[in-house]
């Protein structure tokens, strides 16, 4: 079985910063692509940025030159690095891995709990 784990969300006023992170663990063969979405109450979850193995990133038109997502494949970890928040961007951030647990076998997403973001205006 795989868990994925986000941590680093809370309050924040607008301009201000904060740093998401997401562990990978358990029967881990290999990682494809990690990303970061977020759901808003009533909303559709929608795809926030995605890195892949080899460090290849997209981003949201909403968050690019705001947001940076990393990775740290050695320790199946994630970041999102989000500057310059604004009251919009509150919301609950899941991170989401594609999981292969044995050679030859098809890769899964697993998503984490979610981790709540709230920024003040």
């Known amino acids: 079985q795989v868990q994925v784990v986000e941590s680093g969300g809370g309050l924040v006023q607008a301009g201000g910063s904060l740093r998401l992170s997401c562990v990978a663990s358990?029967?881990?063969?290999?990682?494809?692509?990690m990303g970061w979405y977020r759901q808003a109450p009533g909303m559709q979850r929608d795809v926030v940025a995605t890195?892949?193995?080899?460090?290849?990133?997209n981003y949201a038109d909403s968050v690019k030159g705001r947001f940076t997502i990393s990775r740290d494949n050695a320790k199946n970890t994630i970041y999102l690095q989000m500057n310059s928040l604004k009251p919009e961007d509150t919301s609950v951030y899941y991170c989401?891995?594609?999981?292969?647990?044995?050679?030859?076998?098809?890769?899964?997403?697993?998503w984490g709990q979610g981790t709540q973001v709230t920024v003040s205006s």
């Open positions: 890195i892949t193995s080899g460090g290849s990133t």
């Open positions: 358990g029967r881990i063969f290999s990682i494809n692509t």
């Open positions: 989401n891995a594609n999981v292969k647990d044995m050679i030859g076998r098809r890769a899964v997403d697993y």
